[in-house]
Structures are given as C-alpha cells and as structure tokens.
C-alpha cells in the first residue's frame, strides 16, 4: 500500500527495486555489451561512486530527424532555414511537468544533482552504488573492458511505472568516460622506449634532422622498397603559414577572408590555466597576429569543479588537445572569433558543453576533437547523444568531430572492428585524417591516408644496416579512425557513394579527411601542467602533434572562411558534401594508395632508436579511388568549401 502510494504521487520510494516488476519500467537497452558474465568482476562496493545520466525522450523524435533533414538537404524549401534553439525546445523537448517528475524521482533517491540542460533533454547525477542499485532496481557490477574495470548495471534498470513515458534510458555505466582526445605526438618511444625493437640504440644509427618543408633533408636508410635507399625526414611541424599555402588560403587571407565575423566553438575536458597566454606567445613566435582582445572567449568549470580526472586522463591529458584545437583554429582562420567551452569531466561534462552552445546557439561551427573509440555504449545511451546531434542540425548548427586516431579501433574493444562514437553518429561530420607533404613553395607534394607503421633500423650482425623484421613493420603507431557502423543504419546521403561492399547497408566513417599524421605535423606552443592536482605549469615549449583533432578544426575553420566570404551558415554539412560528390568529384582531393609507398625516416629523440615510417598503413582500414574509410571523400579544398556554402548540387 506504501508503495502503491508513492508511485500514484509520482515519485516512488527508496528500496523501490524491492517493488514488483510489473510497478517498474525495465530498460534492457540501458545495459552495455560488455557487461557479460565472462567479463564480471564482481559486485561494486557499496559506497563506490559514480556519475549516472537518465535521459528523457524527446515529445516527436520522427518529426525531429524529419526538421533536421530537411534543414540540411539542398533542394528543399526550409534548406539552410534553422529554427531557434527555444523553438526546438519548445516543439521537441519534454515537458517541463515530465522533467520535473524525473528530477524529484532523483532527489527523493537522495542522488546528488550535478547539472542538467535548459533543454531538459537528460539530467546528470551522482550516488554511490548502493543508492544507484535502489533507485533503478539492479546492482552495479564491475566489468573488465577495454583494459579497464568499469562500473555497469549486472541487470536491466528500471524506474517506477509512473515515470513510465517519462524516461527514455538509463545511463549507469562508465563507457562514456573512456572518451579520449584525439591527439597524437612525435616520437613512438617517448612513453616506453623498450616496448619495441631488438634494443635502445646507444647512440643513434643514423641521423636524421627534421625537415622544415616536405624533402628539405634525404637520409640513406637500408634498401627499402624497390630497393631505394634514399627517403626524407619527418617534418619539424608546419607553420601557420604552411598549412594555409597548402590549403590554397592565402590567396583569400589576403583579400581580407581571415574568418572575420565568424565564431568557431571547441568542446573539450577541463581547460588549461594558459591557453590565451600560450596562443599569444606561439603566434609572436611564428609571426602570426595575436589574439585580440576578446576574440577568444571561454565557459569552463572552475578548477574545484573538475572530477573524474584519473579515468578521463587528467587535465594535462586534455590540455595538448586544448591548444592544438584554438592554435590550428586561429592559424588557419586568424579573425574568426574562439569560443572554448570546457566539461567538468569526459562523461556527463561533454554533454553538458554541448548542450550551452546549443541551447544558447552561441555558434554555428563547432568542432570536438575526442571520441569513445567505440560504439558499444548502451543503445539507449547512443539514442539519448543522437538527439543532440538532432537538435544542432535543426537549428543549423555543423557538428565537426574527429574520426579517431586508433584506426579500426579493434586494439581498443578486445578485437571488435567498429568506427568511434560520436563520430559514427549520421548527424556529424567526421573527419578522417591524412599525411600531407608541404613543400618549400607551401604547395601539397603528396597526401596519402594516415596510417603509419614503423619498422626499427637496426645494426645487422656484420656490421651493415637492415631492418628489425619485413616492411613496413611490426609496429603501428597511429592512423585516422573510420569503417562502418555497427549500429546505425547508412544515411541517404551516402547510397550511392559509399561502396556497398564497405556500407553493408550501414552508415561508414569518416565523410571528409585533413592534415592528421603528427610525422608531418602541426607546431604547437604551449606551457605544460606539471601538476594536476595544482594545475602548475612549466616553461613554454614549442612541439609537433598530430591526429584527428588537428584534422578537425582544420576543417571547422575553413568552413568559418568559406562563410565569411560567402555570407551563408553552412550547418550540418553532410547532406550537399555528398551531393556534390555525385556531380563533381573533382571538387574533392582523391588520396589514393601510392606506389611504391611513401616512407618517411626518423629518430627517437628519447632512445635514440631509428625507423623507417610507412605512411597509408592504417590496420584493416584502406585508402583507394573515390570514397574510402580512412579520408572519406577526401581532402577538402576551398573550391569544394565553396560549392557547399552555395548549396550547389
């Protein structure tokens, strides 16, 4: 009878996991799949605790994809006419009654309310396992995955029946904080120099000085393919300057196309304590203008407010991610506004920036430059992300997200082969990666995929040089994540295009690629925290990084160029990208296989261990002609930027 009381009120009661099944609503899609018996390591202790995330559903979600389809598809009359964000809050998000029932079902749990959106789209809470096991009705277990132990419910949660209608999924696990950046650094034994290689070299076996262009410096190496014996060095880290020669920007710099009046928003974990005093330096140093004031702006939690920071890779596992993000932003589009928006966390933090931006529409760009490096969240938790990609394509609102930087991500989910989350979403754009050769002209002199696999150069018995084992090499240091999904089904937009040997009828990432290998990288400037705990910082130094999250604001800031001068808001981009393909695949710039392959020769700084890198080696991932899952549709050029802010199709 209490109970019978509680739940007609609207709130149920503690120990509620206690009450009949037929009192509760189960949610069987809010339990991951790696939550198995194999992989159960037992009950979580009591007062263990976690972050959780429940999500409501949104009041129309077929009348919600319909508003953000036809918004983004050439052709229609509402093409390129986005809504407000109240607008699509006030036809999509769940009432403020229905809200409200979910929340003080939290608060009667005694959960801790961390924070929730104006769209009233999920709420974010903590509690201990104990608390969370009674208020859904399950126990949390941990579970070996990924190389981690992580916190999942051992059964389908549940909430009382009369929230039913009022709760679309329960998140209960921490899938979502084994997001990551998606950077990557020179030097493959800065971290263990021994995990590779016959030996650390004493001294090194060859020299190799990097290069300031693409062939500034040739080395002799050991007879490599077709015997040649004569390959160049890695790339110190381009300018500015470089990269925008390569893109063929500097031409339109120059006639005033600098981003001005366009704002770029950047998502990432945490914020780094030096950021506007860091671009100000590495621009003076590289002759670049400096920021004015308030051209960059942030919305970052107060240091206090960071938590999870061990499983989310600590802030100055964010804070290279941070720089490489605003520096490649304000080197390629130097007049285009910045704003930063910082998660407390790499879980519910992520949301909720993404959730300002959208909420308050403070841009219309927005690149995020992190993944999941899987798709195996809960399907209801995937559903509860898509409906924010949903609310940014309405309001005309472009989502540019990295492709990843672990190619197939099969050495991160115990051997499944799936693209990252959210870049597999079919409401973003993913962007895959490339190695560019830039040469002493700033032109392109080769871009194949990135994939780079190294073999060590070792001293053979008789004194002669060879090679530790057959090329490329055993040792795959990096390259642009993508395939095909898992889960979501091939969007319209890419039937046709996208192989169906490759698709089999699901969606396949990435859709566009940009500069991404860090061996023909991008020059970062940045003064490091040597102390999370204090957020301390170092010296400043100047270094050479890479990976999908230099691709993607690469591309988030051509798109600002390519509005300016066209006076258009581009959004989300993917529907006329593939359009255009079928009319003018010439717009794009094909990255094919090479051959004989591209290599590349370096030197470990830290061991002193010499490599011969393979490029467009990228795991089961390939390059080929037209479409492929490591560039997509290829490299981007600002006449294909063009043709998309005109919505030629």
Not at 134 to 160: C, I, N, Q
Not at 369 to 392: C, I
Not at 522 to 549: A, C, H, K, M, N
Request: glycine share 12%.
């Amino acid at each position: 009878m209490i109970a019978a009381v509680a739940t007609a009120a609207g709130i149920g009661i503690a120990g509620a996991g206690a009450a009949s099944a037929a009192d509760r609503q189960t949610f069987s899609g809010s339990v991951p799949s790696w939550a198995t018996s194999a992989n159960d390591e037992g009950a979580a202790a009591d007062d263990a605790t976690e972050e959780a995330e429940i999500y409501l559903p949104l009041r129309d979600p077929k009348g919600a994809e319909r508003l953000a389809s036809t918004v983004s598809t050439p052709g229609v009359t509402t093409f390129r006419h986005g809504v407000t964000a109240q607008q699509w809050i006030a036809r999509f998000s769940p009432t403020q009654a229905d809200f409200d029932a979910v929340l003080d079902y939290l608060k009667s749990q005694d959960l801790t309310i961390t924070a929730y959106p104006q769209s009233r789209l999920y709420i974010i809470f903590r509690g201990t396992a104990e608390q969370l096991g009674d208020a859904f009705g399950t126990a949390l277990h941990s579970y070996s995955y990924s190389g981690r132990s992580l916190l999942a419910p051992s059964s389908a949660p549940s909430v009382p029946a009369a929230l039913a209608g009022k709760v679309a999924g329960i998140g209960l696990d921490q899938s979502k904080l084994l997001t990551r950046p998606t950077d990557v650094a020179q030097d493959p034994d800065a971290a263990a120099p021994q995990a590779f290689g016959k030996k650390v070299a004493t001294t090194p076996l060859i020299t190799t000085p990097c290069s300031t262009y693409a062939g500034e410096h040739v080395v002799t190496v050991p007879p490599a393919y077709r015997g040649q014996t004569s390959y160049p060095t890695y790339v110190c880290g381009y300018t500015p300057a470089q990269v925008r020669g390569a893109y063929g920007l500097q031409t339109l710099n120059q006639k005033g196309i600098t981003g001005a009046g366009q704002t770029v928003a950047l998502i990432d974990a945490y914020a780094s304590p030096t950021i506007e005093q860091d671009v100000n330096t590495w621009a003076t140093d590289a002759g670049e203008p400096t920021l004015r004031p308030g051209q960059y702006r942030q919305i970052v939690p107060a240091p206090s407010q960071f938590s999870d920071q061990a499983l989310c890779q600590e802030p100055s596992g964010w804070q290279t991610e941070q720089t490489i993000d605003v520096e490649a932003v304000h080197g390629i589009a130097p007049a285009a506004n910045i704003l930063y928006v910082g998660g407390y966390n790499c879980g519910g933090g992520l949301d909720l920036a993404l959730s300002k931006i959208l909420d308050g529409k403070l841009a219309n760009i927005v690149s995020n430059s992190y993944g999941d490096g899987t798709e195996a969240l809960p399907a209801d938790v995937l559903t509860g992300e898509q409906n924010l990609y949903l609310q940014a394509a309405a309001e005309g609102i472009g989502l540019y997200f990295s492709s990843g930087d672990d190619g197939d991500d099969a050495d991160l989910n115990d051997g499944v082969i799936q693209p990252s989350f959210p870049a597999s979403s079919p409401w973003v754009t993913a962007v895959g990666g490339t190695s560019v050769g830039i040469d002493q002209s700033n032109r392109i002199s080769f871009e194949t995929g990135w994939g780079d696999t190294a073999d060590q150069i070792v001293k053979n018995d008789d004194g002669s040089l060879g090679y530790l084992g057959p090329l490329p090499g055993p040792r795959f240091l990096g390259g642009a994540g993508g395939g095909t999904s898992t889960v979501f089904a091939q969007p319209s937009y890419q039937r046709g295009i996208v192989p169906g040997s490759l698709a089999r009828g699901k969606r396949v990432a990435p859709d566009v690629a940009a500069l991404a290998d860090p061996y023909t990288g991008f020059q970062i400037g940045y003064r490091p925290i040597v102390d999370d705990t204090t957020l301390e910082t170092g010296d400043f130094v100047d270094e050479t990084w890479g990976g999908t999250s230099l691709a993607s604001p690469i591309v988030a800031a051509q798109v600002a160029l390519v509005q300016q001068q066209t006076r258009a808001t581009i959004g989300f981009a993917n529907p006329t990208l593939y359009a255009i393909d079928r009319v003018l695949p010439s717009a794009y710039r094909d990255v094919v296989p090479q051959n004989p392959p591209r290599a590349l020769a370096y030197t470990s700084a830290t061991s002193g261990n010499s490599y011969l890198i393979t490029l467009d080696r990228d795991t089961t991932l390939t390059t080929q002609r037209r479409y492929d899952d490591v560039t997509g549709l290829g490299g981007i050029s600002f006449t294909l930027l063009g043709l998309l802010a005109q919505g030629r199709h």
